[in-house]
């Protein structure tokens, strides 16, 4: 190596939106639920 190192940094932000999947509708056409009102589920194993 030469001594230099690549350092990688990733900024997120998780958001709820107000449509069911049932409804059809691309997520760009929706809106998203104020942090308050978002509930956060754990992931579903498949």
Known sequence: MDGS???YSFN?????GNCSAQR???WQDCD???S?????SPPVSL
């Open 32 to 34: 998203f639920k104020d």
């Open 12 to 16: 997120y932000q998780i958001k709820e």
């Open 36 to 40: 308050e009102e978002a509930v956060t």
């Open 24 to 26: 059809g509708l691309a």
């Open 5 to 7: 190192a690549t350092f």
